[in-house]
């Protein structure tokens, strides 16, 4: 019995002097060392390799904050740039000096001269032509306004908004009992990309403006449909 105890005693620091691989894999998986990342394969490193799963843990969450602010962000700029497309508006006046336009024998498109507003500029004050840049609902109105030149003389305000030289609307007064007068018609329109929109004095009428601008059109994009 006493020999078997040396013998025990003997084995005992050979088991625990024994040294062994440990993985966090799992037991009896070995792993070479990593240089980058020695605590993986270190048993005495648990401390460590917390650290590091914590530290990979944040990594991961950052990477995934980044992708989401930087897709927010790439929405937040294409909606902006939706709206800055969609900012169509003008709004223009006949003339700044004394003058009168008309009689004439044919339907005549109307030059305003006087620019208040010219957003998108897609209204062309040399040809007096709205040509619409993107297809989608628009809000259109012109006012006229004429004057007979003397107490009952014959007054006639005639105008319409066209579409590609087709009416969409018109104004008309014609009588002999006022020496002025002035109309103004407001409408909606669904209007395709490229429509040109003008204003046609009719035949045998006339119109006069000055510098307070009698004689107005205006237009403005509501939203777009394509």
Request: glycine letters at 8%.
């Amino acid at each position: 019995m006493k020999g078997q105890g040396v013998v025990l005693l003997c084995v005992l620091p050979l088991v625990l002097g024994q040294e062994k691989d440990f993985s966090w894999d799992g037991p009896g998986q070995t792993l070479a060392p990593d240089p980058i990342n020695p605590c993986l394969t270190d048993q005495n490193s648990c401390g460590c390799c917390v650290m590091q799963k914590k530290k990979w843990e944040l990594e991961q969450y950052l990477n995934s904050s980044m992708n989401t602010l930087e897709d927010l962000l790439a929405r937040a700029q294409n909606t902006l740039r939706n709206i800055r497309d969609n900012r169509v508006a003008f709004s223009v006046g006949l003339t700044d000096r004394r003058r009168c336009i008309g009689p004439l024998r044919t339907v005549t498109n109307l030059v305003y001269q006087s620019i208040f507003i010219n957003i998108g500029e897609a209204y062309n004050s040399s040809t007096g032509v709205f040509t619409v840049p993107r297809s989608g609902v628009y809000n259109l109105a012109f006012t006229v306004f004429s004057d007979a030149g003397s107490p009952g003389a014959s007054l006639a305000v005639c105008a319409s908004i066209r579409k590609n030289g087709v009416a969409l609307t018109a104004l008309r007064e014609i009588y002999g009992q006022d020496q002025e007068d002035q109309a103004t018609a407001v409408l909606l329109a669904q209007l395709s990309a490229g429509d040109h929109i003008t204003i046609g004095l009719q035949a045998g009428c006339w119109i006069c403006d000055d510098q307070n601008h009698y004689n107005t059109f205006s237009g403005f994009l509501l939203y777009a449909t394509e």
